[in-house]
């Protein structure tokens, strides 16, 4: 059984950053991809970042790009989301997951296990 906990949200002014972190419980951490998806009030769940078992493949959503910044750190069995120059529609629950692949990927579905999530809010 793997356990997923977020941490880090809170509530920030527009442009202001957050780190996020997700620690895992078990050993097989770093054989997966982990990745963060996030979901506001009347919307589906989606995708905002990926990194691969290793560390060295990220991939973003387009919204996201070159203001959010996702990495890992193996040996803590952690994984970070860095938000940068936030802004309101970034306000949402943001969930952390384990893939079942070591590459990481924008399909939801791919993903098996699920933090609780942590609440960002963004003030305009």
């Known amino acids: 059984q793997v356990q997923l906990v977020e941490s880090g949200g809170g509530l920030v002014q527009a442009g202001g950053s957050l780190r996020l972190s997700c620690e895992a419980s078990?050993?097989?951490?770093?054989?997966?991809?982990m990745g963060w998806f996030r979901q506001a009030p009347g919307n589906e769940r989606e995708f905002v970042a990926a990194?691969?078992?290793?560390?060295?493949?990220?991939y973003y959503a387009d919204s996201v790009k070159g203001r959010f910044a996702i990495s890992r750190d193996n040996a803590k069995n952690t994984v970070y989301l860095q938000t940068n120059s936030l802004k309101p529609e970034d306000a949402a629950v943001y969930y952390c997951?384990?893939?079942?692949?070591?590459?990481?990927?924008?399909?939801?579905?791919?993903?098996?296990?699920w933090g609780q999530g942590t609440q960002v809010t963004v003030s305009s």
């Open positions: 078990g050993r097989t951490f770093s054989n997966y991809a």
């Open positions: 990194i691969s078992w290793g560390g060295g493949t990220a």
């Open positions: 997951a384990r893939s079942r692949k070591s590459v990481p990927t924008r399909t939801l579905e791919d993903y098996d296990y």
